[in-house]
């Protein structure tokens, strides 16, 4: 089992964030750097595939006059984001394994 770093793993780090809360584009940028570096210019792209692929959905609602777009983790984006997590753990299981010399 390979776990590729590209945008698999973007995809996992933003579907993550946002199963946690529905939240808006900026603070995702803000959660997702804590993890890994990203620019918004960057994510924004990420964060509208992801939306296309029917893994997240938005909503606008008014915060101090302006329109802010918030995002919610679908049901499609869980089993993805679970698949994802699944991978993980084995990935880093066998990692585990490699280190610890364990088989």
């Known amino acids: 089992?390979?776990?590729?770093?590209?945008?698999?793993?973007l995809d996992a780090?933003?579907?993550?964030?946002?199963?946690?809360?529905?939240?808006?584009?900026?603070?995702?940028?803000?959660?997702?750097?804590?993890?890994?570096?990203?620019?918004?210019?960057?994510?924004?792209?990420v964060?509208?595939?992801?939306?296309?692929?029917?893994?997240l959905e938005t909503y606008d609602m008014e915060y101090q006059g302006r329109n802010r777009r918030y995002?919610?983790?679908t049901a499609n984006g869980m089993i993805l984001l679970d698949k994802y997590r699944r991978e993980w753990l084995e990935f880093?299981?066998?990692v585990n394994e490699i280190l610890l010399g364990e088989k």
């Not at 089992?1 to 793993?9: E, H, I, N």
């Not at 946002?18 to 924004?44: A, F, N």
């Not at 964060?47 to 893994?55: C, E, G, P, T, V």
């Open 1 to 9: 089992m390979v776990f590729t770093a590209g945008s698999a793993l």
């Open 13 to 45: 780090v933003v579907l993550s964030v946002v199963s946690q809360e529905g939240t808006y584009g900026y603070k995702i940028t803000q959660d997702v750097r804590k993890i890994m570096e990203v620019s918004e210019s960057t994510l924004y792209p």
């Open 47 to 55: 964060l509208r595939r992801l939306q296309k692929d029917n893994y």
């Open 71 to 73: 995002y919610k983790i």
């Open 92 to 94: 880093r299981n066998g």
